[in-house]
Nanobody
Framework: QVQLAESGGGLVQFGGSLRLSCAAS????????MGWFRQAPGKEREFVAA????????SYADSVKGRFIISRDNDKKMVYLHMTNLKPDDTAVYYC?????????????WGQGTQVTVSS
């Protein structure tokens, strides 16, 4: 079982950048596909990005393509989401989770997430 802890959120201006981090514990991390998800107020949680366990393949929601980059460091058991050109619509609580890469569905338990707020 993998335990996950998100960090790195904050308040940023329109067009700004942030890097989110997800620290994982558990021996299986290196074999798991990982993803980032987000939930805005009053909306359902949605897929943002995923990375295969090898780190060589990534997928993104259309709304963040070209602006967000997901990466991982299996040695450090970390997953990152580098967000650029942020927009107010990106305001949400961001979560990392194990992911079913094909269906883009979160698989594991959800953590507390990290809040990202983009001001206009």
């Amino acid at each position: 079982q993998v335990q996950l802890a998100e960090s790195g959120g904050g308040l940023v201006q329109f067009g700004g950048s942030l890097r989110l981090s997800c620290a994982a514990s558990g021996r299986a991390f290196g074999n798991l596909d990982m993803g980032w998800f987000r939930q805005a107020p009053g909306k359902e949680r949605e897929f943002v990005a995923a990375v295969r366990w090898t780190g060589t393949f990534q997928s993104y929601a259309d709304s963040v393509k070209g602006r967000f980059i997901i990466s991982r460091d299996n040695d450090k058991k970390m997953v990152y989401l580098h967000m650029t050109n942020l927009k107010p619509d990106d305001t949400a609580v961001y979560y990392c989770n194990t992911v079913h890469y094909t269906t883009q569905k979160g698989v594991g338990s959800w953590g507390q997430g990290t809040q990202v707020t983009v001001s206009s």
